[in-house]
């Protein structure tokens, strides 16, 4: 993302009210990326899968490319949780126990990460 702040930074940004909107617009470019670029690895894996034949790339490419590819979408439907408040938001009391959303998605993620 190009405009990025730690969790922990409290100032408030300057973008604060359109956050949801930057972070959507970046991740639906990012989603347009990935999904071009991967049509053009299979475009490129199609011209010259006769001369990578003895090295049977195509379980090695799609186990990679499977893992990549899914962390990134498992990341777009998390946020998607989140914004449709499918993921509960807790705000944070003064001893700090109860997760906010952002947390309980950044814990969502970081452990479904774990266990690919």
Avoid at 10 to 38: D, G, H, L
Avoid at 60 to 70: A, D, E, P, R, T
Wanted: glycine share 4%; charged share 15%; proline share 6%.
């Amino acid at each position: 993302c190009m405009i990025w702040r730690p969790p922990w930074d409290q100032r408030a940004p300057w973008f604060q009210e359109s956050r949801t909107y930057v972070e959507a617009a970046t991740k639906i470019v990012k989603a347009a990326s990935c999904s071009w670029a991967m049509y053009n690895l299979v475009i490129f894996y199609h011209q010259v899968h006769e001369e990578l034949a003895p090295y049977r790339p195509f379980l090695k490419f799609l186990s990679i490319k499977g893992v990549l590819f899914f962390t990134f979408w498992q990341g777009l439907v998390i946020f998607a949780f989140a914004e449709l408040h499918v993921i509960p938001d807790n705000p944070e009391d003064s001893s700090g126990k109860v997760w906010s959303q952002e947390q309980i998605s950044a814990g969502l993620s970081h452990f479904l990460l774990c266990l690919e």
